[in-house]
């Protein structure tokens, strides 16, 4: 008698896809990728920091004024930045579990430690947590805006849409795997996402 494997019918809790676990593997492996590359991020962006000369053969000039540091790597690398996402939610797993929390006061300590055990845990985050869409979606974010300012690549172009339900302007990039609309909660995947009508309307309302 052959046997018929079960269908892939639960949404995915980070994407919506359907997915025998509660967070689709995928999923869970991009947010592993993101938590490894956080603190190397965290110590890349003091390279940006550091202000530059405008010198057009790629050597210093000594005649220019420098350019000025990026004050979003400051952003980022100040409490509250990379910290502030993987910390908080660090904590927040923390309190949850009734674990004790690291006394650290250097912020790069900070980022390790919340990485390393956001890491240690990210299985039960995605079979458990309440939250694991929110924290999927802070650890892409915070890794593409790190990743942009090293790299000095521009930030993708967002793009208003029309939510297909209610009518409310979103603004969405190429480079998402979706979204849902915050007035309705109704939830795009990319494909659905492309598809939504672009409006001008945000023009004024953004």
């Not at 053969?57 to 990026?70: K, L, V």
């Amino acid at each position: 008698m052959t046997t018929v494997a079960a269908p892939e019918s639960w949404p995915c809790a980070v994407c919506d896809k359907p997915s025998r676990p509660r967070v689709h593997p995928g999923c869970e492996d991009r947010m592993r990728t993101n938590l490894e590359a956080l603190p190397g991020l965290y110590r890349e962006l003091a390279t940006v920091l550091q202000p530059g000369r405008r010198g057009g053969d790629g050597r210093s000039a000594t005649r220019t004024a420098p350019i000025p540091c990026s004050l979003d790597a400051v952003d980022l690398r100040a409490r509250g930045g990379i910290e502030g996402v993987v910390g908080g939610w660090a904590r927040d797993l923390c309190e949850r579990e009734q674990w004790s929390i690291p006394d650290y006061t250097s912020i790069v300590a900070i980022v390790d430690w919340s990485c390393g055990i956001l890491l240690l845990n990210l299985t039960m985050i995605c079979d458990e947590h309440p939250a694991v869409r929110e924290i999927a979606d802070e650890l892409r974010a915070v890794r593409a805006q790190a990743e942009r300012l090293i790299t000095g690549e521009k930030p993708p172009i967002r793009i208003p849409v029309g939510c297909r339900e209610c009518g409310n302007i979103l603004k969405v990039t190429l480079d998402m795997d979706g979204i849902r609309c915050p007035r309705c909660q109704q939830q795009y995947d990319h494909a659905d996402m492309l598809s939504l009508t672009p409006t001008r309307r945000a023009a004024t309302a953004a």
